[in-house]
């Protein structure tokens, strides 16, 4: 069988949804996913899914997509963790709100920090600080 499958997971970026994701291409993405891509494959790749990478990337738009294509906010795995963690260790504003409108569970734990409130602390982004204890962290 010469075709890979458009879900298959391996390598860094675990599958091509999550490749385009971690770019921001909300053309390939919405392609990958008119073709049949799962928006919640996980357990594979340096962010564990792609709503983990659009939301450690910076692709706010992908994020949006994702999440009306029913992607889980909530997914668990990858390099940060969560979704929410890995916006809030980046200071990414739009996609903590996005994430936060969306019911993200706030007490989900990552790897490194432990939770989303830690991360941005770390990093001292202030205002993603004040966003998360707004929203009870």
Same mark, same amino acid.
């Given at each position: =069988?010469?075709?890979?499958?458009? =879900? !298959?997971? *391996?390598?860094?970026?675990?599958?091509?949804?999550?490749?385009?994701?971690?770019?921001?291409?909300?053309?390939?993405?919405?392609?990958?996913?008119?073709?049949?891509? =799962?928006?919640?494959?996980?357990?594979?790749?340096?962010?564990?899914? #792609?709503?983990?990478?659009?939301?450690?990337?910076?692709?706010? *738009?992908?994020?949006?997509?994702?999440?009306?294509?029913?992607?889980?906010?909530?997914?668990?795995?990858?390099?940060?963790?969560?979704?929410?963690?890995?916006?809030?260790?980046?200071?990414? !504003?739009?996609?903590?709100?996005?994430?936060?409108?969306? =019911?993200?569970?706030?007490?989900?734990?990552?790897?490194?920090?432990?939770?989303?409130?830690?991360?941005?602390?770390?990093?001292?982004?202030?205002?993603? !600080?004040?966003?998360?204890? #707004?929203?009870?962290?």
């Amino acid at each position: =069988d010469r075709t890979a499958g458009i =879900d !298959v997971k *391996e390598g860094k970026y675990g599958t091509a949804l999550q490749a385009a994701a971690i770019t921001g291409s909300t053309l390939i993405v919405r392609k990958l996913i008119a073709k049949g891509a =799962d928006v919640n494959t996980s357990g594979c790749g340096w962010f564990g899914n #792609a709503f983990q990478a659009a939301a450690a990337t910076g692709s706010t *738009e992908v994020v949006r997509l994702l999440l009306e294509k029913k992607a889980n906010p909530n997914a668990l795995g990858g390099w940060y963790g969560n979704a929410l963690r890995a916006a809030s260790t980046k200071g990414y !504003v739009d996609i903590v709100r996005i994430l936060l409108a969306a =019911d993200f569970e706030i007490y989900l734990r990552g790897l490194f920090y432990g939770n989303a409130l830690q991360a941005a602390a770390a990093e001292g982004h202030t205002q993603v !600080v004040e966003m998360l204890i #707004a929203q009870g962290a």
